[in-house]
């Protein structure tokens, strides 16, 4: 699965720095500091320039007039490095999970689960369980459960030990990785007054999660008390995520890890969500917001705006205000001296009094 120059000139839509660059091979990707002869590499950010002088890259992926070409790699300009090194990206992880259909022997399949084994794949020690319907192209890692009456869509990936609640809907090209949790019980517990102990409240809803979301390790999306939970097209949930019961995830939202979202939070399309931001529970974001990492959110967010700090603020307050706490230290030292040469002003003023009396 090597690729030429033509290759990766095709693959990214970029021109060749340097005509009379002579054929080459390349055979993987790596960063800047790490790539050996053989692999290509890209420059997406200045701070990396140093890096890029002393690559060992055959190939890199460069923007367009650069002030200096150090004499060793092919240069190909394009115009996102980052978005067309992806592409070179995508044709090495293609050529490393070749998908190839069929049933593992150690597989638990209901009989009335409807999957095509010569276009699917099932690994080992899966379990699926009655009514539950995958669709064609797709991939179910080793150990996964999948429920009653789940309908997983086409073209689905899998990785090891994903779990997938009952009548729970995934749509297309799906990536779940390892350990994910989709479906699992919200956090719905009442205080009985007449025995003073926690009754389960039963969750009886579902999650819906559309067409091309990403799904990373370990992450958990509750199932709604009653109705759906859902993630929208196009989403991106990172590693160590949990998504409380009934909320709504719009279209192509990022939320990065660590985040956790409360029970019926409603977050909007484009949003982008730091890491290790708490979303309080009945809340709604806005279209294109961005919250910065470690964010408290606990009221609603108008979309289109940046916000940071706990509670969550507009971003450049919430700067102002870490810029303030920081000289808080030294601003109680200053006080304490103001206030130590203001007593001495007073015994000075009444020494001076009492002399006059």
Request: with cysteine; glycine share 12%; proline share 5%.
């Amino acid at each position: 699965m090597n690729l030429t120059l033509s290759d990766v000139l095709a693959l990214t839509g970029g021109k060749l720095h340097n005509d009379t660059t002579p054929e080459i091979s390349i055979s993987g990707v790596a960063t800047l500091s790490e790539a050996c002869p053989g692999e290509a590499a890209f420059l997406g950010n200045e701070k990396y320039f140093q890096d890029f002088l002393k690559t060992k890259a055959s190939l890199v992926l460069v923007p367009p007039a650069l002030p200096q070409y150090p004499e060793g790699p092919a240069y190909v300009e394009v115009e996102n490095p980052s978005l067309a090194f992806n592409a070179l990206v995508a044709h090495f992880m293609k050529a490393a999970t070749e998908f190839t259909p069929g049933v593992h022997p150690s597989a638990v399949i209901a009989p009335s689960a409807k999957l095509d084994p010569t276009k699917t794949r099932i690994g080992a020690n899966v379990v699926i369980e009655a009514d539950a319907v995958i669709g064609d192209g797709s991939d179910i890692g080793p150990g996964c459960v999948i429920g009653k009456g789940v309908t997983i869509g086409e073209s689905c990936k899998f990785f090891a030990r994903v779990v997938v609640r009952e009548r729970c809907v995934i749509g297309h090209h799906v990536v779940i990785q390892p350990g994910a949790v989709i479906g699992g019980d919200g956090f719905g517990f009442l205080l009985n007054p007449q025995t003073m102990t926690y009754d389960t409240i039963d969750q009886v809803g579902i999650v819906v999660i559309g067409n091309h979301v990403d799904i990373g390790a370990n992450t958990t999306i509750d199932r709604a008390r009653f109705g759906r939970t859902v993630i929208g097209d196009g989403s991106k949930i990172d590693n160590l995520v949990q998504i409380g019961h009934n909320c709504n995830i719009g279209k192509n939202t990022v939320i990065c890890a660590q985040s956790g979202a409360a029970g019926s939070t409603n977050i909007g399309n484009y949003v982008v969500v730091a890491a290790q931001v708490g979303l309080g529970g009945h809340l709604t974001v806005g279209d294109q917001a961005q919250i910065g990492a470690r964010a408290g959110v606990m009221g609603d967010l108008e979309g289109g705006k940046k916000y940071w700090g706990a509670p969550a603020c507009d971003a450049k307050d919430a700067a102002r205000q870490f810029a303030a706490i920081r000289k808080l230290p030294d601003a109680f030292k200053e006080l304490k001296a103001l206030e130590k040469k203001a007593e001495e002003i007073k015994a000075l003023i009444d020494q001076a009094v009492a002399g006059q009396l």
